[in-house]
T-cell receptor, first 115, second 114 residues
């Protein structure tokens, strides 16, 4: 079974530029999550999708971050414009259901550096 | 609101020895789940072990076991017979309610000495 795929793996941009990350969850997984992991900290949830609908985006900085999951499969996360404090690893995860007991399967992450 | 605290930024263990990683949590939910995730260097995060709060019996997965103290809100991870491949960041996490968010601690970096 293929795992969660993410691209690109690394990205370096200058502040005020825009950037987009892509995630392909495990086949059949209805729930998709985007996390931000700043160096030295644990991941923090940005947004959760159930199929193609948003379940929770309360911690997404909506003035600069946006995410979509068209057709309930792949997802993209965009930052526009980027700030220095956005430097982090962006993790995508998926699970079969949105239940609390469900295991979340993580992708390898995209490491973003904003200069 | 939920919080997860890992008070040990770094730990070290000799190969084949046993090590315990500490975690405390706080949640207002009566129904919640606790997790330990492993994040090896430059590799993806994987689930090590999971504990349902309503279960009194401590979870065990091969060399990994937990000591779940519900009243003390403590959830420590014990790794027995440590192997070089156990070297990684270990994150404790809590998820409350039926569909609550997964809240992570700051992690403990485990080194395994040959």
């Amino acid at each position: 079974e293929a795992g969660v795929a993410q691209s690109p793996r690394y990205k370096i941009i200058e502040k005020r530029q825009s950037v987009a990350f892509w995630c392909n969850p495990i086949s059949g997984h209805a729930t998709l999550y985007w996390y931000q992991q700043i160096l030295g900290q644990g991941p923090k949830l940005l947004i959760q999708f159930q199929n193609n609908g948003v379940v929770d985006d309360s911690q997404l900085p909506k003035d600069r971050f946006s995410a979509e999951r068209l057709k309930g499969v792949d997802s993209t996360l965009k930052i526009q414009p980027a700030k220095l404090e956005d430097s982090a690893v962006y993790l995508c995860a998926s699970s079969g259901r949105a239940l609390a007991l469900e295991t979340q399967y993580f992708g390898p992450g995209t490491r973003l550096l904003v200069l | 609101a939920q919080t997860v605290t890992q008070s040990q930024p770094e730990m070290s263990v000799q190969e084949a020895e046993t090590v315990t990683l500490s975690c405390t949590y706080d949640t207002s939910e009566s129904d919640y789940y606790l997790f330990w995730y492993k994040q090896p260097p430059s590799r993806q995060m994987i689930l090590v072990i999971r504990q349902e709060a309503y279960k009194q019996q401590n979870a065990t997965e091969n060399r990994f076991s937990v000591n779940f103290q519900k009243a003390a809100k403590s959830f420590s991870l014990k790794i027995s017979d440590s192997q070089l491949g156990d070297a990684a960041m270990y994150f404790c996490a809590c998820r409350g309610g039926s569909q609550g968010n997964l809240i992570f601690g700051k992690g403990t970096k485990l080194s395994v000495k040959p």
